[in-house]
């Protein structure tokens, strides 16, 4: 048995870890039923609940979200830059980058201009990102995804 300061008592029988617990207003938690003989501790149940929620809650790790960079196939030097490095922090937050490249009218016909742009910004983030789909027509947009290496 554990005393509520975290000293170790020793090994005594159940009725007395609970008088001593109840002498203290405290409770008897069994904090490690694994353990021969089981390990109990003194405290406060309702503060240990707590403290194993918040524990749980900072081991989920962060859900992975597709965040959007949209783009044109005229896309300026400091405006493709600008997103490429929103794309960067965006993977280095653990979230997947879904690049687009959006036509309007004739630009329709010059789609080798965004798969250009596409694999540009793959190999500008190629030390960070990894192509998880390849550049892909769907409609008027051309997608590529970008994971986290």
Same mark, same amino acid.
């Given at each position: 048995?554990?005393?509520?300061?975290?000293?170790?008592?020793?090994?005594?029988?159940?009725?007395?870890?609970?008088?001593?617990?109840?002498?203290?207003?405290?409770?008897?938690?069994?904090?490690?039923?694994?353990?021969?003989?089981?390990?109990?501790?003194?405290?406060?149940?309702?503060?240990?609940?707590?403290?194993?929620?918040?524990?749980?809650?900072?081991?989920?790790?962060?859900?992975?979200?597709?965040?959007?960079?949209?783009? /044109?196939?005229?896309?300026? =030097? $400091?405006?493709?830059?600008? !997103? &490429?490095?929103?794309? @960067?922090?965006?993977? #280095?937050?653990? +979230?997947?980058?879904?690049?687009?490249?959006?036509? /309007?009218?004739?630009?329709? =016909? $010059?789609?080798?201009?965004? !798969? &250009?742009?596409?694999? @540009?910004?793959?190999? #500008?983030?190629? +030390?960070?990102?990894?192509?998880?789909?390849?550049?892909?027509?769907?409609?008027?947009?051309?997608?590529?995804?970008?994971?986290?290496?």
């Amino acid at each position: 048995m554990i005393d509520s300061e975290g000293n170790q008592v020793g090994i005594l029988k159940t009725s007395e870890a609970i008088e001593k617990a109840l002498s203290q207003g405290l409770d008897l938690v069994e904090v490690s039923p694994e353990a021969t003989p089981p390990v109990c501790k003194i405290l406060d149940y309702g503060k240990y609940k707590y403290k194993l929620s918040k524990k749980e809650k900072g081991k989920r790790q962060h859900t992975q979200h597709i965040k959007e960079i949209r783009m /044109r196939p005229k896309i300026e =030097e $400091h405006d493709f830059n600008f !997103k &490429t490095n929103h794309a @960067r922090k965006f993977l #280095e937050n653990g +979230d997947k980058v879904k690049a687009s490249v959006m036509f /309007r009218g004739r630009e329709m =016909e $010059h789609t080798e201009i965004a !798969k &250009t742009i596409l694999m @540009r910004m793959a190999a #500008e983030l190629e +030390d960070i990102a990894k192509i998880d789909r390849d550049p892909v027509m769907e409609g008027r947009i051309m997608i590529m995804f970008l994971t986290k290496k």
